[in-house]
């Protein structure tokens, strides 16, 4: 199993910053990935940004997210983080990690993100 843990969500205001963090643990899988999605109220959930660990650490990124938010790994702790910046209300989202296996995703329980204008 592979657990995550998130932190960093909150209230921020529109043009603010936010930092959101997720370590991975566990054993017996080998994590190629991590990354980000978000789920608004009434909506799907979508990917917003996530790193691939075996690429040279190539990124992909949303269209509506990206040169606002980047995303980061720590190699020696299996963390990766997502500086968001220029925050906007319609990023208002519960947010979650996502650890990509050959087998499984696995995904943290979220943290709320709300941006007000």
């Known amino acids: 199993q592979v657990q995550l843990v998130e932190s960093g969500g909150g209230l921020v205001q529109a043009g603010g910053s936010l930092r959101l963090s997720c370590a991975a643990s566990?054993?017996?899988?080998?994590?190629?990935?991590m990354g980000w999605y978000r789920q608004a109220p009434g909506k799907q959930r979508e990917l917003v940004a996530d790193?691939?660990?075996?690429?040279?650490?190539?990124?992909n990124y949303q269209n509506s997210v990206r040169g606002r938010f980047t995303i980061s790994r720590d190699n020696a702790e299996n963390t990766v983080a997502l500086q968001m910046n220029s925050l906007k209300p319609e990023d208002t989202a519960v947010y979650y990690c996502?650890?990509?296996?050959?087998?499984?995703?696995?995904w943290g329980q979220g943290t709320q993100v709300t941006v007000s204008s």
């Open positions: 996502v650890a990509y296996t050959a087998y499984r995703n696995f």
């Open positions: 566990g054993r017996g899988f080998s994590i190629n990935g």
């Open positions: 790193i691939d660990f075996w690429s040279g650490g190539s990124t």
